[in-house]
T-cell receptor
Framework: DADVTQTPRNRITKTGKRIMLECSQT?????MYWYRQDPGLGLQLIYY???????NKGEISDGYSVSRQAQAKFSLSLESAIPNQTALYFC???????????FGSGTRLTVV | DAKTTQPTSMDCAEGRAANLPCNHS???????VYWYRQIHSQGPQYIIH???NNETNEMASLIITEDRKSSTLILPHATLRDTAVYYC???????????????FGTGTRLTIIP
């Protein structure tokens, strides 16, 4: 099993629909992150969480919300999807300062 | 925010060493340099990181200049599977409860030529 699992892998949704992307990890790490990647560009941070009670906005949090249901689970929601949210979404986890990140395989989201 | 500058693309012959440069002239004294790679829309993969000393692991070596304003990632014997986008990142934030996050640029697209 992968250390970081994202579901679904691919999703097509209509404008205005609510959608949730889920992420779970088996690393036992406290820190979890959601990133977005647009074609040909680097990753942009949406939200991050240092523990279950800690949620922080990243660079591009508008239009998104998150929920940290447990240490191992961090979900990303689009309350009302719009076409410019079409992108590849990655969840990541980290063990803390000085340690690398482990990324999931990504969710490819298309909003039509 | 500390910024990095990398070439947009590079080619390297299979079996040769791939040397990927990165400039980070505004790096602070306690900021680390991280390298990740991303193979065709997969999740980025951690390669190596360092503070001031050169580092080596099973994947690569990281050479950081004495003034820490630049670094080089070395893949000693490149294979076709090393074709990917390589990101050089300076980690922001200092403390365990600080603003620790990674800021990804556009990276270097490395193509290994058979």
């Amino acid at each position: 099993d992968a250390d970081v699992t994202q579901t679904p892998r691919n999703r097509i949704t209509k404008t205005g629909k609510r959608i949730m992307l889920e992420c779970s990890q088996t690393k036992g790490h406290d820190r979890m992150y959601w990133y977005r990647q647009d074609p040909g560009l680097g990753l942009q941070l949406i939200y991050y969480s240092f523990d279950v009670k800690d949620i922080n906005k990243g660079e591009i949090s508008d239009g998104y919300s998150v929920s940290r249901q447990a240490q191992a689970k961090f979900s990303l929601s689009l309350e009302s999807a719009i076409p410019n949210q079409t992108a590849l979404y990655f969840c990541a986890t980290s063990g803390g300062q000085g340690l690398g990140y482990t990324f999931g395989s990504g969710t490819r989201l298309t909003v039509v | 925010d500390a910024k990095t500058t990398q070439p947009t693309s590079m080619d390297c012959a299979e079996g040769r060493a791939a040397n990927l440069p990165c400039n980070h002239s505004t790096i602070s004294g306690n900021e680390y340099v991280y390298w990740y790679r991303q193979i065709h829309s997969q999740g980025p993969q951690y390669i190596i990181h360092g503070l001031k000393n050169n580092e080596t692991n099973e994947m690569a070596s990281l050479i950081i200049t004495e003034d820490r304003k630049s670094s080089t990632l070395i893949l000693p014997h490149a294979t076709l599977r090393d074709t990917a986008v390589y990101y050089c990142i300076v980690r922001e934030g200092l403390s365990n409860f600080g603003n620790e996050k990674l800021t990804f640029g556009t990276g270097t697209r490395l193509t290994i030529i058979p």
